[in-house]
Structures are given as structure tokens and as C-alpha cells.
């Protein structure tokens, strides 16, 4: 097994892509933490799917736009299973306003939800790696917004860009201490925060239609792309993005 024994947090864990990296983490062996903020049923159920496969998880009610709960969250990992390893930095929100509409809150919340979480989650994961030796990974999953503007979101856009930056910049700061820094940067993924899309014909087919491999991405198209990073064959990777978008910003038609 790829992960046998390694201790994963996952922010934002009992929901879409989250989820499944949760469940394709277990498999491969690893002791998952479930990070959630709302939906705590769902997280048991999440929890008792794992151990019915003979995995291994627990669950931490963490808002991740508090550092003071990502502390929690951090603790909750060595308290469970002895160390952390590995950080995946999932929870992310959107508003889809442009730039003219964005509000003060609006901005303040995406921001603080997918930007600042990712920046205070990485320094305490980074000092709890320096303080247990032998290394880590952070994972953040960015988007191909990082890199491709998306009119009409642009706070969810400059928080995936700063999230860029932030992996670029943290994973040249700790490599020193074998501490690697990655993005993912998913395409279009069917999870709920999509489901505007999902549930609408016309747009779908328009989206498919615009990526190369014709078809949106699952969660598990991401989930087995993190499982493969977070393994030893992954190990010269750093301060880098994997782009996972079935080609869509190779594409001729901008959405
Ligand atoms: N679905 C896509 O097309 C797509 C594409 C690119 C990137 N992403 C990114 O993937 C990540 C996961 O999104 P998803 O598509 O699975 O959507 P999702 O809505 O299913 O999952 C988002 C998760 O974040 C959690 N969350 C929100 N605010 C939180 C907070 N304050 N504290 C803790 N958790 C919080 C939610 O409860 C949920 O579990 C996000 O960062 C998103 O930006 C998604």
C-alpha cells in the first residue's frame, strides 16, 4: 500500500473531492483525519465507511479560517496517531461575483477561507515537521484558477493565485528541512460546489464540450493524482502545481 501508516489531515474531508481523498487515502493504508466545519453526520458516516473497509480515521470540528482551529486540527493528528505527515489544504468556498460586485465580506470570506486557512495551516504543519524530524508534505488544492482568470469569481481567482505563490514560496523556504510543498490544480470536478452547473443540461454540455478528455472530472480523478503525490514516488516534487483538468486550459474556449 502506497501510504501504509503515513497520518493525513484533510481540511474541508467529508465533502467532494475532499471525500475521496479521504476514502482512497484509507485505502492505501494510511490514518486519515477528517477536518470538517458543518454536516458532523455526514462525517461519522464517512468515518464508519472507512472502518468498514478496515481503515482508519477520526474526525475534527476545525473552521479553517481560524488558526487557533488549525492548531486543533494539528493536535488532533498526533494525539491520534503519534505524527503528522502529510497536510492536504482542501476546504475552499467561491461566490461567484466579479470584481465590480464583490463585496468587503464577500472578499474577506473567500479569502479567509481559502487563502489564510492554507497560509496558518502550513506554518503550524511545517513546525510540527521540524519539531517530530524526518520531513512532511503539504498539499493544497488550488484550482486552474491559480493560473487562468475566471471573470465573474474573481475572489475565488486571487485566492487560488495566492495559493500558487504560497506553495512556490513555502516549498523553496522548508525545503532545507525535507518538507515538500505541492498544489493540485483540479479543472471541473462534479462535487456540490458545482452543482449550479451539474444540475444544468445546457451548461454541462457546453462545459464537456470545451475539455479535451469530454468529460468533467470525478473526485477520484483528483483524489488518485493526491494519493500518487503523497507517495514515496512522488518524493522529488516541490514547490510545483499538477495540473488535474482534463485539458480544459489547453483549450480554445475560455468558461
Ligand atoms: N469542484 C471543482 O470543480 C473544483 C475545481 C478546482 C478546485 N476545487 C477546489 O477543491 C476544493 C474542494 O472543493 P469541492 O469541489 O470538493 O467542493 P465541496 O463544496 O464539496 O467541498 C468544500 C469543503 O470545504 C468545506 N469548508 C468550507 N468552509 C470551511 C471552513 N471555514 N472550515 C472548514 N471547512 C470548510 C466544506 O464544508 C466542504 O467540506 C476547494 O478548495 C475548491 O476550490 C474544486
Redesign the pocket.
Known amino acids: 500500500m502506497l501510504l501504509q501508516g503515513k497520518t493525513i489531515v484533510v481540511?474541508?474531508?467529508?465533502?467532494?473531492?475532499?471525500e475521496s481523498i479521504v476514502l482512497a487515502a484509507a485505502a492505501e493504508g494510511a490514518n486519515v483525519v477528517i477536518?470538517?466545519?458543518?454536516?458532523q453526520d455526514e462525517t461519522t458516516a464517512l468515518i464508519a465507511k472507512v472502518e468498514s473497509v478496515g481503515g482508519r480515521a477520526v474526525g475534527v470540528k476545525?473552521?479553517?479560517?481560524r488558526p487557533a482551529d488549525l492548531a486543533g486540527m494539528i493536535q488532533k493528528a498526533v494525539d491520534s496517531y503519534g505524527r503528522l505527515d502529510v497536510l492536504i489544504n482542501?476546504?475552499?468556498?467561491?461566490t461567484r461575483s466579479s470584481l465590480l460586485d464583490t463585496t468587503e465580506a464577500d472578499f474577506d470570506k473567500v479569502l479567509a477561507?481559502?487563502l489564510k486557512?492554507a497560509f496558518f495551516a502550513t506554518q503550524i504543519a511545517a513546525k510540527q515537521f521540524i519539531s517530530q524530524g524526518g520531513g512532511g508534505l503539504i498539499m493544497n488544492?488550488?484550482?486552474?484558477?491559480e493560473d487562468w482568470p475566471m471573470p465573474g469569481n474573481i475572489a475565488?481567482c486571487v485566492s487560488?493565485g495566492g495559493m500558487r505563490m504560497l506553495t512556490r514560496t513555502a516549498g523553496v523556504e522548508l525545503g532545507n528541512h525535507d518538507i515538500r510543498v505541492v498544489n493540485v490544480?483540479?479543472?471541473?470536478?462534479?462535487?456540490?460546489?458545482?452543482a449550479s452547473t451539474v444540475d444544468d443540461h445546457e451548461k454541462m454540455k457546453a462545459l464537456e464540450a470545451a475539455i479535451p478528455l469530454q468529460r468533467m472530472?470525478q473526485?477520484s480523478d483528483i483524489a488518485d493524482v493526491v494519493v500518487f503525490l503523497a507517495s514515496g514516488g512522488a518524493r522529488y516534487m516541490t514547490a510545483t502545481t499538477v495540473v488535474v483538468d482534463g485539458g480544459i486550459m489547453q483549450g480554445s474556449v475560455g468558461l
Request: proline fraction near 7%; charge should be negative; glycine fraction near 14%.
Open positions: 481540511t474541508g474531508g467529508n465533502s467532494g473531492i475532499g477536518d470538517y466545519v458543518a454536516h476545525a473552521d479553517v479560517s482542501n476546504a475552499g468556498i467561491e477561507v481559502n486557512s488544492i488550488s484550482s486552474v484558477h475565488y487560488k490544480a483540479p479543472g471541473a470536478v462534479a462535487t456540490p460546489i458545482n472530472a473526485p
